[in-house]
């Protein structure tokens, strides 16, 4: 929990709020400082100003606000690109015949990594989220799922699943792109987690994250090693030595640069909320819509309803709503910029859809 805390009223005054933007599950936006921060830098490439030393620093700032915000020691954090090859990481440490257990329509970032281990035996199963901890049994070697669901905001009982998987000696792999941002995650709880920057973290696309605790980080191989995993960076860019970091930083893909120059002011305004108030907010809000709907509330920032052919998002587009489109489902996402106007708008265009 960040030792100081800013008020998430004040923090949605550091966006410039788009009306009826209720998409931060596919894409977030960015607060007005990584804008800055991004149009600085291109102008400084442009006139042959940038700094490679600078945007080293952006990185570095990036790594400790996503420590703060997930509650482990930096050290225990790597930077990459896409939850995918973090993931991939994991699944190349697995042995021949392994056993993986994930969620039935998880997002395929956390799945296709360990199907592409299918010939030397790792075996996939999926089950469905409300049965995950249940399905732990003897002979699983490690649980890989969103803490959050994708297409539906379903959040996953941890709890169970992480005494589950202790109870018969299974690791744990936890996807946390579509919770940290919005959800208080505590990353400690588990052997692994990934997270795509790019949604509830309001960065730009191309910057994610792992945590590995450091007796699960000695038993994984740095598949991506480069110069920027090496022990002294600078030092690393010429062989033939390898000598890579001691702590999770061996792990380090070499970051898009510009990506994190965008991503560290977004980190660092949202490593000062408490996540609880952002909780509190964004669940209001997607509960506020649900009442004016005549359905229960969840406590998930993201609302589902049914639209297998679509009309009911398009319907929300004429009254200016951005939302998504998800497996068969409209999907809105409220975040820190949305206010009590967004879901008023958004219940007009549903409730007059449905009386059509």
């Given amino acids: 929990m960040p030792l100081t805390t800013t008020p998430v009223t004040d923090l949605r005054a550091a966006f410039s709020p788009v009306d009826g933007y209720l998409d931060a599950a596919t894409l977030g936006l960015p607060p007005r400082a990584s804008a800055d921060a991004l149009r600085e830098a291109l102008d400084a490439w442009q006139s042959g100003r940038a700094d490679a030393a600078a945007y080293d620093a952006a990185v570095r700032r990036s790594r400790a606000a996503y420590a703060r915000l997930v509650g482990v020691p930096v050290e225990h954090v790597a930077v990459g690109s896409q939850a995918s090859s973090l993931v991939g990481v994991v699944a190349a440490g697995l042995p021949d015949g392994a056993e993986v257990v994930v969620v039935d329509g998880d997002f395929t970032s956390v799945v296709f990594p360990f199907l592409a281990h299918a010939d030397r035996g790792v075996r996939v199963r999926h089950v469905p989220l409300d049965r995950l901890a249940d399905e732990v049994r003897p002979g699983t070697d490690l649980v890989a799922f969103s803490l959050v669901q994708s297409r539906d905001g379903r959040v996953a009982d941890a709890d169970a699943v992480c005494a589950a998987a202790a109870a018969v000696g299974a690791r744990t792999l936890c996807d946390t792109t579509q919770a940290a941002g919005w959800f208080p995650v505590d990353a400690s709880r588990f052997d692994v987690t990934v997270c795509s920057a790019y949604k509830w973290l309001c960065g730009p696309r191309g910057a994610a994250f792992l945590t590995v605790r450091p007796d699960v980080a000695a ?35 070499s970051p898009a640069w510009l990506c994190w120059v965008g991503l560290a002011p977004a980190l660092e305004l949202l490593a000062a909320v408490d996540p609880r108030e952002v909780r509190a907010h964004d669940a209001r809000l997607a509960d506020t819509l649900r009442a004016r709907l005549g359905l229960r509330p969840t406590g998930s920032a993201i609302v589902v309803l049914p639209d297998a052919t679509g009309s009911l998002r398009a319907r929300l587009a004429e009254h200016g709503v951005r939302a998504a489109g998800r497996g068969g489902g409209v999907r809105l996402a409220f975040h820190v910029w949305c206010s009590e106007a967004d879901v ?10 449905h009386a059509l």
């Fill in 219 to 253: 038993t994984l191989r740095p598949l991506h090693a480069g110069w920027y995993a090496g022990a002294d960076v600078w030092a690393s860019v010429y062989g033939p030595d390898m000598t890579l970091a001691p702590d999770a930083r061996r792990f380090d893909v």
């Fill in 344 to 353: 008023e708008r958004a219940a007009e265009a549903l409730v007059a859809a």
